[in-house]
């Protein structure tokens, strides 16, 4: 141990950096290694700093162990001086995995023997400053000199960025002088234009959630997810991907994959049918299906099958419909288990290979740091496979037996379960099988099959990469890439399939699709129109790290597409009933737009008689200051009508609440104009409309420092109101269920699936954004 610290103290590394590379043992075999082979060429003494930090670079970086020799040979032999030319060498070698490497192609790739003289940097720098030299002489010293130095790197690509820096500063001086008082001046910052508050909340919001990755401002997500855009790898070139494993196998399984696909793009969506899709989801949905649509690739929807206890025809129904209700199609269906038989084929196979064994401790004793291994983690091949049928044919007990995994994953699980014993029918299977494979085992192997390139899965999965790899290479199948990408979550709600369930069960909500939850479903029967999902998937952009939004900015993108799509009617909630008594008993039609922004989209008829209901909280009997709509003194405007009514008598009930107003009306034309217009309905519909509020009271109902006593303690008891007989305009007779509207001056509503063919039921999607300072 001491001779090899001073081995590593001598090329040039502080003792401390020398010690923390001891105890990373694959890091100091490999430079332990570099440094033996650059003195057979060099001595002991013959090594200079910038080899022996041009060496330790190298063996931290390098992935394929099998270039060592040859990159410490190019470093000896000086062909590789600078840290430049040593990042273009371990990209070469990286993306030339086979055997032999064309020297002669390595060499201009690298810049070996490539001399740049001073008289060439000089010339670089000089023709650079004098196409920027009017910007130059206006801003002086605030001009951005990174510019020129990037500008020059350029011209000289295996240049040394010191000489060039110096070179700079040099014919920068001679141009400007020395820097004069002026130029120490800070620059003064532009002033801000204020912004309302409210704006500035979101736009701050904005920014926080697209800060963590590439933004999804101004971007459609096909823009996002096309070409080159995600610097993914091409398909059949995985190995380019950082922390891909390969083996001797590697390029002729990916010549084979490349034979089958075509080079096509391949994805997959794998949900586990044991449960409703959430808005999570919905971010898996557009990354996966998007990247593959985005790039003419395919996509397929894998159920994800394996645990027949969970596993309802209701979800997996509901899964399709919620993809295609995102106006994504798979490529094909496909289960788990179709690939049963194959999956406990290649079992067999990774038993007879040594790499997995029949275990009979529970799976909690495997669990955890510094486990000691099972005690039949030895126990021979033969035995493994004779207690694998047995375990098949169900001669073991539930939990008497697993199959696992000869490995340690990141986390510190050791040895996965591959198989595990369930004496229960499965939905497509029946009683075929009573050992099922686990998502360690199963995942990936499904993958291979299927000639999946790009496994997109969220962040959570990273710790499973290691086992994904190991086990595609422990049986020489094709091995795809698995990409981590930060998952979605949304304040103010919970999605795990758990606490769904307790919510159903304790009555605090009807089931999945209640539009107070934050499932697929129940944002459906809530209203949210597909494309405001998506379009909230592209804001939030494709994030590598975990991304907390808030739900009015999902809120946004839902007005955003029903602004343009949702037709608009009236409907008055608390009705108050208004008499017009200088207006005779007979019905005229009202035309009303049903986008009053652009009236050649359409418009329809509403009965316009005597008596008409508006809000009440449109009337005040007692005049308030800044209220500019009904009072005794004040006369306000009817939407569309062309009347402005004036309160002549006001009916109260024997409680002395407000039951009825009589009033005058005349023609807006010859009228002076009202401070306010306000809807109303005349012969209207009655029908249900349900009010939601946030769910919860806090923005993390699942933090124990938010909510000590659990999310069941933290449910708004205010997250639905039922208004049982509100009013709307017969234009709406006839709509179907998820029908859409705007209830002028209300907010968008959409059609329950309760309603019936005698009442009509309306669930409020989102209130209006309307200035909250507004009476």
């Known amino acids: 141990m001491a001779d090899t610290l001073t081995l590593f103290t001598s090329i040039g590394l502080s003792e401390q950096k020398a010690k923390e590379t001891l105890k990373n043992e694959a890091l100091s075999s490999a430079l332990k290694e570099a440094i033996t082979q650059v003195q057979r060429v060099h001595g002991s003494s013959g090594m200079d700093k910038a080899m022996g930090t041009l060496l330790y670079s190298m063996t931290s970086r390098l992935k394929d162990s099998k270039r060592l020799a040859f990159l410490s040979d190019c470093i000896a032999q000086r062909k590789i001086c600078t840290e430049l030319q040593l990042s273009a060498a371990l990209d070469f070698v990286k993306s030339h995995p086979q055997d032999p490497i064309n020297q002669k192609e390595f060499d201009e790739a690298c810049g070996v023997g490539v001399v740049i003289t001073p008289e060439q940097i000089e010339d670089a720098v000089e023709s650079v400053i ?8 206006e801003e002086r010293y605030r001009f951005n000199m990174g510019l020129l130095m990037g500008e020059a790197r350029a011209a000289l690509k295996w240049a040394d960025g010191k000489v060039i820096k110096n070179e700079v500063d040099i014919q920068v001086l001679h141009l400007l002088g020395p820097k004069t008082e002026a130029d120490l001046e800070k620059k003064p910052k532009p002033q801000k234009v204020k912004v309302a508050e409210n704006d500035a909340k979101v736009k701050k919001e904005e920014v926080a959630m697209n800060s963590n990755g590439m933004s999804g401002e101004g971007r459609s997500l096909m823009e996002q997810l096309r070409g080159e855009a995600l610097k993914f790898h091409k398909p059949g070139e995985n190995y380019t991907t950082e922390g891909y494993v390969m083996t001797e196998n590697t390029m002729d399984l990916l010549k084979k994959h490349l034979e089958l696909t075509g080079g096509q793009i391949r994805t997959r969506f794998p949900p586990e049918p044991n449960g409703i899709l959430h808005i999570g989801h919905a971010k898996a949905i557009n990354f996966n299906f998007g990247y593959a649509k985005a790039n003419d690739g395919i996509c397929f929807l894998r159920y994800d099958d394996t645990n027949p206890e969970k596993e309802e025809e209701k979800y997996f129904t509901a899964i399709k419909d919620m993809v295609e209700w995102l106006g994504y199609k798979p490529y094909a269906v496909t289960h788990a288990s179709d690939n049963f038989q194959q999956l406990y084929n290649l079992a067999v196979e990774l038993i007879r290979r040594g790499h997995a064994y029949v275990c009979h401790q529970k799976g909690d004793e495997l669990k955890g740091h510094n486990v000691p291994p099972s005690p039949w983690r030895d126990r021979p091949v033969d035995e493994s496979l004779v207690l694998f049928e047995r375990m098949k044919r169900g001669l073991f007990a539930e939990g008497e037996a697993t199959l696992r995994m000869k490995m340690v994953m990141e986390d510190g699980k050791m040895d996965p379960v591959a198989y595990r014993i ?8 029946g009683d075929e099988w009573c050992i099922y494979p686990t998502y360690d085992y199963t995942h990936c192997l499904c993958d291979s099959i299927e000639n999946i390139t790009h496994s997109l899965c969220t962040k959570e999965f990273q710790a499973r990469r290691s086992s994904y790899y190991w086990l595609c290479n422990a049986l020489d199948v094709y091995c795809p890439v698995q990409w981590e990408y930060g998952r979605l979550n949304l304040t103010y709600t919970v999605v795990s399939k758990r606490k769904i369930i307790k919510l159903v069960e304790t009555g605090v909500v009807r089931d999945w699709d209640d539009p107070r939850l934050f499932t697929l479903t129940a944002l459906r029967r809530r209203g949210f129109p597909p494309e405001s999902i998506n379009n909230f998937c592209a804001r939030v952009g494709v994030t590598v790290s975990q991304t907390t939004t808030e ?19 009236m409907a008055v909630l608390e009705p108050l009933k208004v008499t017009i008594t200088n207006l005779n008993n007979s019905m005229s039609e009202v035309r009303v737009p049903d986008f009053p922004a ?11 008689t005597q008596t008409i209901f508006i809000e009440q909280s449109d009337f005040r009997e007692v005049m308030e200051k800044g209220y500019k709509r009904l009072t005794p003194e004040q006369p306000v405007g009817l939407r569309h009508a062309g009347y402005v009514i004036s309160v002549q008598k006001i009916i109260k009930d024997s409680q002395g609440k407000v039951v009825e107003l009589e ?10 104009k009202p401070k306010a217009f306000i809807h109303w309905v005349s012969k209207p519909l009655m029908c249900e409309v349900r009010l939601y509020e946030r769910l919860f009271l806090h923005k993390h109902p699942e933090d124990p420092s938010e909510v000590p006593n659990g999310f069941l303690s933290d449910i708004n008891p205010n997250s639905l109101q039922v208004i049982s007989s509100a009013l709307v305009d017969t234009s709406v007779k006839g709509a179907k269920a998820f029908d859409k509207f705007q209830f002028e001056r209300v907010g968008y509503f959409s059609v329950d699936p309760d309603s019936t063919a005698d009442k009509l039921i309306f669930n409020r999607t989102v209130t209006l954004k309307e200035d909250p300072g507004k009476i």
């Open 130 to 137: 004098k196409k920027h030299k009017e910007q130059l002489l």
């Open 422 to 429: 369930k004496y229960t029918a499965h939905h497509r299977t």
């Open 551 to 569: 739900p009015h900015l999902l809120e946004s993108c839902v007005r955003d597409v029903l602004n343009d799509t949702a037709p608009r009617a």
């Open 598 to 608: 652009n009236e050649a989209k359409g418009s329809h008829a509403v009965p316009f």
């Open 663 to 672: 009033v005058t009306c005349c023609s807006s034309e010859t009228a002076e």
